[in-house]
């Protein structure tokens, strides 16, 4: 009798465990599918201003960077759930909108657009929701791999190879040289 009852408590800790594990997961999932959101979105405002930038495009030093956007654009739509590769595209576009705008200054056209000037200010208000989505995303993922590397329940997870350590969001430089809001 006390073989069994403990054989049902183990079993319903284990089951514990795992619910509270697939739970973690599903935030950490629904946190990401918000940062891949914003980075969408901001992807959405950089190809505006790279359709204001291509008819100074003749101006512009490093015309690379409109081919490289070009290239981003397409790589972005073929993925959803790849973070690393979705990473990897965020740093680029940060770098192309880096160029455009440090090249864009010497342009005297651009220097008074107001449509510029809107989708300036709306790419910073989306990188502002991009940090605050990371640190909810980072807090997600450290619960999770708090709750998985927890003493008695890395045991049991051993087990189960499916719920492994995940990795934090890291902001980058780039995101960090972005231009700063010009508010009237």
């Known amino acids: 009798m006390n073989f069994i009852f403990l054989f049902l408590l183990c079993f319903a800790y284990i089951w514990f465990v795992l619910d509270k594990l697939i739970c973690c997961e599903k935030e950490v999932n629904k946190s990401w599918k918000k940062i891949f959101v914003q980075i969408q979105r901001r992807l959405d405002f950089a190809e505006d201003i790279v359709n204001i930038f291509i008819n100074f495009k003749d101006k512009f030093k490093n015309k690379i960077v409109f081919d490289d956007f070009n290239n981003i654009k397409r790589s972005f739509n073929n993925l959803v759930n790849d973070r690393n590769q979705i990473m990897k595209i965020n740093k680029q576009l940060c770098y192309i909108l880096t160029t455009i705008f440090r090249e864009s200054e010497n342009i005297y056209e651009l220097k008074n657009n107001i449509r510029l000037k809107e989708l300036k200010y709306n790419i910073v208000r989306t990188e502002d929701k991009i940090i605050y989505e990371q640190q909810f995303f980072n807090a997600n993922i450290k ?41 009237n």
């Open 143 to 183: 619960r999770f791999n708090e709750t998985r590397n927890f003493f008695p329940n890395n045991l049991y997870i051993n087990l189960f190879k499916s719920f492994k350590l995940k990795k934090f969001f890291n902001a980058d430089e780039f995101e960090r040289s972005l231009p700063k809001s010009e508010e």
